[in-house]
Every structure is written in structure tokens, then in C-alpha cells.
């Protein structure tokens, strides 16, 4: 079997809106980069992921992360689809879908993830409103449609139904906790990134400890060749 992790960003500018009140448009793209270093790093301990790609219009300036899909403006559903059709294509048998806002993912919760997945062929992972889905275990051919955005947990459940799945529900802290609003910022606690890279913060969030930037996936072989896309893609998911 061949594992690939895809995680979709979109455009960095217009990432974490909610957050606008607590951090400038600077700071929010460096959370962004620094919490999809994260995610990265989980996956490339993981024993079970054997490729990682990202799915973004911001090819140029995420280049070196992972392989690059580029995200030709079919909305956060759409993308994701043709992204894991690309992947199935070149030969991935399992996907693993996750958000890059999941800094406190690990790998065992990874490889827990996907060894639940395979036991049933589906697996969701909530956020921790259980609203939300964070990550979906799947394969390619499972006819399976993604149903990202408002209820989306749900919406997920309904469609797993539709295609006469039982989905397996992953309950694992690091899964469930992603950064969307100005409180889940304090509940970082001492992994609160230092997002001005030194200096004090916005009034709103105080700094504890800094993030490092850690390896990619050397298992990622195969490298799509960045394009450029002629548009700015606004995502469901802030």
C-alpha cells in the first residue's frame, strides 16, 4: 500500500481571517507557515506516510516543503479532489486528507489515523467542537466526495452513508485541536510560536517559546512542477 498525506493551502494573504483582531496580516502568515511546519514534521516521522503533497496557489512560496500540486481555482472541495486524483494517478492507494492548522499533531496520531482507516476504509477525525473534520483516511477509489466547510463533520458522515461506508471517528487531541479563532491561540499554552520572530508580540497573545523548522519528507520524491496560477483562490476554511 502507498500512503500519501495532502494538505491543501490556500492563498497565504488571505489565511486565518478570524485572527485579524489578535495578530497582523504578518504574524498570520507566519502562523500559517510555522503551524503546516509542524503538520509536515509529524508526517515525515510518520512509519505509514510514504509521500507528502500540498495542494496551493502559493507553489513559488512554499516550494521545498513537500511535492506541489498546483491549485487551479476549483474551490477547497474541488481541489482537493483533483489533487487526490493526481496523487491515486501516480499510485497512491490511501490518502490521508489533513488541515496545516494542526500544530499539535504528532506522529502517533498519524499512524493512528490511518491504521484505524484501514480497518474500515474510512476514517474522520473532528475538531474538537465536533463540528469540523481536521483529517479524513480514505482510498482513491472508494467513490468518496469531500464535503469541506460549514458542518462539515456531518456533512462528511452523511456522505460516508452515501457511499455505504461506516467510517471509523478518530478522537485524538492533537487531530482535534486546530487554530481558528483568537481563544484557541491561548490554548497553545508554551507552544505558542514567537510569530515576530524575536520581538514582543500583539498585546492580545504573549510568547512563550519558539517553533523550529524541521526536515521534510525525503520519502517525496517525485517533484510536480510548480505553475503558477493566474487567480487568488479563497478557501471555505479560514
Known amino acids: 500500500m502507498s500512503c500519501w498525506a495532502l494538505i491543501p493551502i490556500k492563498t497565504l494573504s488571505l489565511g486565518k481571517g478570524r485572527l485579524a483582531g489578535a495578530l497582523s496580516p504578518a504574524e498570520r502568515q507566519r502562523l500559517i507557515r510555522k503551524m503546516l511546519d509542524r503538520v509536515l514534521a509529524a508526517l515525515t516521522a510518520s512509519r505509514l506516510v510514504e509521500g507528502i503533497a500540498i495542494v496551493t496557489p502559493e507553489c513559488r512560496a512554499l516550494a521545498g516543503k513537500a511535492t506541489l500540486l498546483p491549485d487551479r481555482g476549483a474551490g477547497l472541495n474541488g481541489s482537493i479532489a483533483d489533487a487526490a486524483q493526481s496523487l491515486a494517478a501516480f499510485g497512491a492507494t490511501e490518502l490521508l486528507v489533513l488541515h496545516g492548522d494542526l500544530p499539535l499533531v504528532n506522529r502517533v496520531e498519524i499512524d493512528r489515523i490511518i491504521t484505524l482507516g484501514r480497518s474500515t476504509g474510512l476514517a474522520l477525525a473532528p475538531d474538537r467542537r465536533r463540528q469540523g473534520t481536521n483529517a479524513i483516511y480514505l482510498q482513491p477509489d472508494s467513490g468518496f466526495e469531500f464535503r469541506f466547510g460549514t458542518h462539515s463533520f456531518a456533512s462528511h458522515q452523511a456522505e460516508a452513508a452515501r457511499c455505504g461506508l461506516r467510517p471509523t ?4 487531541p492533537g487531530l482535534a485541536f486546530d487554530v481558528d479563532e483568537a481563544p484557541d491561540l491561548d490554548l497553545l499554552g508554551d507552544l505558542l510560536v514567537d510569530l ?5 508580540m500583539s498585546p492580545q497573545v504573549s510568547t512563550q517559546m519558539r517553533t523550529q523548522d524541521f526536515p521534510i519528507n525525503s ?4 517533484i510536480w512542477q510548480p505553475v503558477q496560477p493566474e487567480y487568488s483562490l479563497m478557501h471555505a476554511r479560514d
Do not use: H, N, T
Request: charged share 40%; aromatic share 0%; hydrophobic share 40%.
Open 219 to 222: 520519502r517525496s520524491v517525485p
Open 169 to 172: 471517528v478518530v478522537d485524538l
Open 196 to 200: 515576530r520572530e524575536g520581538a514582543k
